[in-house]
């Protein structure tokens, strides 16, 4: 199971950015998906994450402005970003929780990471 994230880059403060996560390969389902993200020098956090059933769970430092959704047809998972502010600066990870057949277990499989920079 391979992540493919996109859409990071440069914006201003205020701005908006929408990151997409597309899982490929062996697939036979996915659970929960997800956002992470690590400012240099910090720890990796959990910014949002999805359920299969569409529950979503949110950072309190990011509620209000992000918005997580998925297309499971797709298996991708996007996050919509508004209101950016420079503290938002950091490489944001995808994951997934996902299984390669239905007799296997749940792995969590990662994304390589996309750049987003808030920055006039």
């Known amino acids: 199971v391979q992540l493919q994230a996109s859409g990071g880059g440069l914006v201003q403060p205020g701005g908006s950015l929408r990151l997409s996560c597309a899982a490929s390969?062996?697939?036979?389902?996915?659970?929960?998906m997800g956002w992470y993200r690590q400012a240099p020098g910090e720890q990796r956090e959990l910014v949002a994450s999805?359920?299969?059933?569409?529950?979503?769970a949110y950072a309190d430092s990011v509620k209000g402005r992000f918005t997580i959704s998925r297309d499971i047809a797709k298996n991708t998972v996007y996050l919509q970003m508004n209101s950016l502010k420079p503290e938002d600066t950091a490489v944001y990870y995808c994951?997934?929780?996902?299984?390669?057949?239905?007799?296997?277990?749940?792995?969590?499989?990662w994304g390589q990471g996309t750049l987003v920079t808030v920055s006039s």
């Open positions: 994951n997934a929780d996902a299984r390669t057949a239905i007799w296997a277990r749940y792995t969590t499989y």
């Open positions: 999805i359920t299969s059933g569409g529950s979503t």
């Open positions: 390969g062996s697939i036979f389902s996915i659970n929960a």
